[in-house]
Each structure stands twice: as C-alpha cells, then as structure tokens.
C-alpha cells in the first residue's frame, strides 16, 4: 500500500518509519536539507530509534518535496505539519494542515487524508463541509519528544476519529508496524477524538502544574521537594509519572493545547482548564524571582531544548524565565551547542562549554547533566529526580 506522510517532524518521522516496515511510504517536506538526510538514512530529527530504524531496518521509505508525486496512488495521506494557538486571535493555527488537505484532495480525490496535526475541536467537520469531501480523518498521536517511534511502536492505545472501514483499515496499519500485543483500539467520532488529544495533554499540563506549585510551596518554606513528592506519589491513585518538577510545562504540545481547550470552553462554564493556563506563567514568575533574588551578574541559561534527548527549543519554559530575568537588566548567556546562531533574543550564545561554566556565576538548568556536575555550586534547577 503506498502511503505518503507530510512534515518531517516528530509525528510525521516517525509515522513513516513504522509504516514503511510494510508498506511504500513517501515521506514530502518543504525543507530540501530535511529531504535529503531522509534519503541518506539520517534522521533529520532527535530521536534514537528513528535514527537506528533508518540505518539499519529494510523500510520501503523515500523523501521527496514534491507533494503531487507521494500523493498521487497513495491511498493514505497522514498530515503532520506544525499548529500552533494564535492568542491574538484566540484560535487554533491550522493553515498549513488545511492547506496540504486541500491540496491533497485536488491532486487524488479517492485518497484518504489522515490528520496527525493537533487540531481544535470541530475542525474535521468543517473541513468535510468546506471541502465537500468526507475523506478527511483526525488521529490523534500521543508522543513524547525524542522518544516518538518508540511510542508509535508501543503505543499506549489507537484513536481513529470514524467508524468505517478506511479507519479500521488505518488502525490496521498502525498495528501492524507496532510491536505490542492487545493494543487498546478506538474508533470514535471525529470531534471526541480532537476532544481525546486536547484533554489528555491539558490533564498532563494540570499534573505537571500541580508539582510545580508543590515544589514552589516546599521551596518558600524551606521544606524537601522529594520528600514531600514521595510520600505523596505513593498512593497508587496517583503514582509516580509526571512527577518531577520543572520551570514549567512547555515543548509542541502542552502550551497551544491547554490554550485551545480553554478557547473552546468560550461558552461552557470552567475554572480548572483556566488554572491550568495561569499556573504555568505563575510558576515561571516565581522561578524568576527566586533566580532573581539570588543577585547574579551573569545568569548561564544551560540549553535551550525541553529535555535529555530532544532538539525542540519551541515553547521550552526556560525562555519565559530567560525574559523575566533580562527584564531585571541582568546578564544572560545560553550555552546551546545545536544552535548555529550567535544571539539568542539578543542572548549571547556560547558554544564552549567550559567558557560558559566559567562566564556564568549563576548556571540555570531545567534537567541536571552530568556535563556540569563539576560546578554544582553554580547550579540553580527544580530537578529533584534527575529524571524527565
């Protein structure tokens, strides 16, 4: 079955990949650089297995920029180009995934497009009714940066947004290039599915925020974190993952998530969902100030990135902390040897790690490394685990 996946993201990379075990997968992107890594069996992304499944599985898997060429017979389409919240305009950014779907029902009106793009909920039924096609599906992913095939290959369940056969025939697919038994299959409405993907990341947003605003009450009054975190996440009710605290929930999908679902209570009453949204710019308030109280001259942001084994700078909570301190006219270097940039939102960017240790009087990390274990003094994070 001939299948063509566009963008070359998490989503998209590792959707080609476990789909090209058993099938011909084009994969299209806009970024010629991106294409070309693709087809040296490179992965343009951070992602270990992607990486490894390239080099060394047999994938029916080529890149291309043309879009008509990997549309054309393909009887699936996966759309996973980039969303984003417009706060401006209080709405979910979905021109490039209602653009591609546009284009890829003109180029074969008999394919089936499958949206893997985080989408607001309504959309793929406006979509059906402004492209009097019903051959638009939403399947929402549920992945973690820098480990994306390895949840497409055990992932902890399948949501396909229709009852038909296309969309069991999709859910199939996915099932197939997974290497789990029993996986967990639904076939849903397509605006519970939108709904799905917009309440699971908004309930990992508010646990996220809830041990951030445990960590920020035992740091004001002098008390262990992990402590505290341990006695409480031994109630099996709430168990131990997403507990480690942070400088707050950021990366692709949290932040524009949590913002939408808000959007979309416009009419409903709510108080949760909002307190979700302000937790988050409370807690890096309060991560600023306690940096700021500490009276640095230069402040050392170390990375940029969300987390170990990721290379998404997008939303990372450490830029918000970044402003508020520069706010104060305070010094901030980033040590980020993936950027090729030497300002960062007019930061110095240091590439040498051993200047910026010795530059920085205040080093600010999210996640501990063992890269600057030699200057703990220096070391100002949340990271009571060590873990993600």
């Known amino acids: 079955m001939k299948i063509a996946v566009i963008g070359l993201g998490y989503v998209g990379m590792s959707n080609a990949v476990l789909l090209a075990q058993h099938n011909e997968v084009v994969a299209v992107d806009l970024s010629e650089e991106r294409v070309d890594l693709v087809n040296a069996r490179l992965s343009p992304i951070e ?15 080529r890149a291309a920029t043309d879009l008509a060429e990997a549309v054309q017979g393909a009887a699936y389409v996966i759309v996973s180009t980039p ?12 021109a490039s995934v209602d653009e591609v779907t546009r284009q890829a029902l003109a180029i074969d009106p008999d394919t089936t497009v499958v949206i893997k793009s985080t989408i607001p909920v309504g959309h793929v039924q406006s979509l059906r ?8 599906i939403f399947s929402p992913e549920f ?16 949501i396909v947004g229709e009852r038909s056969d296309r969309a069991s025939v999709f859910a199939d697919l996915l099932v197939a290039g997974a290497l789990d038994d029993n996986i967990p299959v639904r076939f849903v409405d397509p605006d519970e599915a939108e709904a799905i993907k917009l309440f699971a990341n908004t309930y990992l ?40 605290p942070s400088f707050g929930y950021g990366g692709y999908c949290l932040p ?15 108080s949760l969902v ?41 939303q990372s909570s450490i830029q918000g902390i970044m402003k508020r301190i ?28 051993d200047t910026f240790k010795v530059e920085a009087d205040l080093i600010v990390t999210n996640r501990l490394n063992a890269d600057i274990a030699d200057v703990k003094s220096k070391i100002f994070t949340r990271d009571v685990f060590g873990a993600d």
Do not use: C, W
């Open 129 to 136: 009714n402004e492209l009097h096609s019903d051959r638009i």
């Open 256 to 270: 524009k998530d949590t913002k939408q679902l808000l959007a979309n209570y416009a009419e409903v009453p709510q």
């Open 143 to 158: 992945l973690r940066e820098g480990r994306a095939l390895y949840d497409n290959l055990h992932p902890s369940r399948i």
């Open 205 to 244: 947003a508010m646990r996220v925020a809830f041990f951030n605003e445990l960590d920020s009450y035992a740091l004001s009054r002098q008390m262990d974190t992990k402590q505290i975190i341990d006695g409480v996440s031994l109630d099996p009710r709430i168990g131990e993952g997403y507990n480690n």
């Open 326 to 353: 520069k706010a104060k006219g305070i010094e901030v270097i980033v040590y980020e040897p993936v950027m090729e940039q030497d300002l960062f939102f007019g930061s110095r960017v240091i590439r040498d790690l």
């Open 47 to 61: 992602d270990p297995d992607i990486s490894e499944y390239l080099a060394s599985h047999p994938l029916n898997l």
């Open 274 to 314: 909002r307190a979700i949204v302000d937790a988050n710019r409370t807690r890096k308030d309060f991560i600023a100030d306690e940096i700021i109280r500490k009276q640095p001259k230069v402040v050392g942001i170390y990375r940029l990135v969300m987390k170990e084994g990721s290379d998404n700078f997008r």
């Open 83 to 94: 969303t984003d919240y417009d706060p401006v305009d209080n709405f979910f950014n979905t």
